[in-house]
T-cell receptor, first 110, second 115 residues
Framework: QKEVEQDPGPLSVPEGAIVSLNCTYSNSAFQYFMWYRQYSRKGPELLMYTYSSGNKEDGRFTAQVDKSSKYISLFIRDSQPSDSATYLCAMRSPNEKLTFGTGTRLTIIP | GAVVSQHPSWVICKSGTSVKIECRSLDFQATTMFWYRQFPKQSLMLMATSNEGSKATYEQGVEKDKFLINHASLTLSTLTVTSAHPEDSSFYIC???????????FGPGTRLTVT
């Protein structure tokens, strides 16, 4: 069993829709929970991070963590074609190592 | 925000040769640098962690004699793929972290193709 599970998609939604991306994890030692966006042939860029259960909002993005269920989500409101990318969840261990999900390829259709 | 660069962005080499990839933190001192490998449609897999002035720590299954990592200064780390083979063809990405920051800043990646 992988430490981090993420549906690879692909996921296609119309412009303006709400997007929901999810990951589950099995390692209780993970402390920080991140979402990265990666465009093709580029390095990942950090979108959101959280370290406690609950919601965190930043503009059109909301990150949600449920530690009891070992489940994290990223919601994108009013999705735009420029949001089309691969979204990776990542978990940070106490030794600072990041464990990534496989990534979900998202396409926003104009 | 903090900027990390990688050079080259794309390299093609012949089987059996060695290739060096550079990772630089441009506007901060990187006490720790990480090297990842990403195969097509797969996630980033951590290869090794290096602290400035120390030997790198390799993840299980990563050959330290094949992937040589040097972190000689607070702004530069290098990954040398020795005796490269076609199966080493991949997207190599570095990240860098400062002493007081939790965040890793990622470079743009280097695409290696071994023919």
């Amino acid at each position: 069993q992988k430490e981090v599970e993420q549906d690879p998609g692909p996921l296609s939604v119309p412009e303006g829709a709400i997007v929901s991306l999810n990951c589950t994890y099995s390692n209780s030692a993970f402390q920080y929970f991140m979402w990265y966006r990666q465009y093709s042939r580029k390095g990942p860029e950090l979108l959101m991070y959280t370290y406690s259960s609950g919601n965190k909002e930043d503009g059109r993005f909301t990150a949600q963590v449920d530690k009891s269920s070992k489940y994290i989500s990223l919601f994108i409101r009013d999705s735009q074609p420029s949001d089309s990318a691969t979204y990776l969840c990542a978990m940070r261990s106490p030794n600072e190592k990041l464990t990534f999900g496989t990534g979900t390829r998202l396409t926003i259709i104009p | 925000g903090a900027v990390v660069s990688q050079h080259p962005s794309w390299v093609i080499c012949k089987s059996g040769t060695s290739v060096k990839i550079e990772c630089r933190s441009l506007d901060f001192q990187a006490t720790t640098m990480f090297w990842y490998r990403q195969f097509p449609k797969q996630s980033l897999m951590l290869m090794a962690t290096s602290n400035e002035g120390s030997k790198a720590t390799y993840e299980q299954g990563v050959e330290k004699d094949k992937f040589l990592i040097n972190h000689a200064s607070l702004t530069l780390s290098t990954l040398t793929v020795t005796s490269a083979h076609p199966e080493d063809s991949s997207f190599y990405i570095c990240s860098a972290k400062g002493l007081v920051s939790y965040e890793q800043y990622f470079g743009p990646g280097t695409r290696l193709t071994v023919t």
